[in-house]
């Protein structure tokens, strides 16, 4: 059964910083894609940041210069690095797998940030 656990969230004040991480437990985790999603409250969800198979990343423009994804696939791992945090940034923050047309979800962390 696959599983995505996140897990780095908390309560931070403006300017801040967390690192978030997501641990798959999939096979041959290095071939997929790997995206945080967050979704405030009222609000529809957003991709934030993803990283290919090949390492390449991308960011939406709000969090350019702040963010930064990184994954280890010896250790199943995707990262992300938030710096610079600011109160917009509160939100659930999902990770999820894609390769091809398999999408799987984690249940996502709380990042909450103070003024």
């Known amino acids: 059964q696959v599983e995505l656990v996140e897990s780095g969230g908390g309560l931070v004040q403006a300017g801040g910083s967390l690192r978030l991480s997501c641990v798959a437990s999939i096979s041959i985790f290095s071939l997929y894609a790997i995206n945080w999603y967050r979704q405030a409250p009222g609000k529809q969800r957003e991709l934030v940041a993803g990283i290919t198979s090949s390492n390449i990343a991308n960011y939406i423009d709000s969090v350019k210069g702040r963010f930064t994804i990184s994954r280890d696939n010896a250790k199943n791992t995707v990262y992300l690095q938030m710096d610079g945090l600011k109160p917009e940034d509160t939100a659930v923050y999902s990770c999820?797998?894609?390769?091809?047309?398999?999408?799987?979800w984690g249940e996502g962390t709380l990042v909450t940030v103070s003024a």
């Open positions: 999820n797998a894609r390769r091809s047309f398999v999408n799987y």
